[in-house]
Nanobody, 118 residues
């Protein structure tokens, strides 16, 4: 059974930082690139960062230099460190398989809400 459990969101002021975590089923994690997606109110879900099984990373332009994706293969966990947060980063953040043309799984976790506001 596919399981994706995101955590670490919250309310933060502009310029602040957060670290998100996602625990994934081993069957998903070990052989797939993993991605962090976000969905802002009224917008489509978008892939913002991805990491391959070999730790190669990729980012969408709007988060380059501010967000860092990483993975711990021993813990089946992927992280997203977010620095210099902006109000436009406000969204529900999800993890799933993704990056390099890999299609996300149909099953999604509950996501974790990040709100950037003063």
């Amino acid at each position: 059974q596919v399981q994706l459990v995101e955590s670490g969101g919250g309310l933060v002021q502009p310029g602040g930082s957060l670290r998100l975590s996602c625990a994934a089923s081993g069957s998903i994690f070990s052989r797939n690139p993993m991605g962090w997606y976000r969905q802002a109110p009224g917008k489509q879900r978008e892939l913002v960062a991805a990491i391959s099984s070999g730790a190669i990373t990729a980012y969408t332009d709007s988060v380059k230099g501010r967000f860092t994706i990483s993975r711990d293969n021993a813990k089946n966990t992927v992280y997203l460190r977010m620095n210099s947060l902006k109000p436009e980063d406000t969204a529900v953040y999800y993890c799933n398989v993704g990056g390099w043309g890999t299609r996300a799984l149909d099953a999604w976790g509950q996501g974790t809400l990040v709100t950037v506001s003063s």
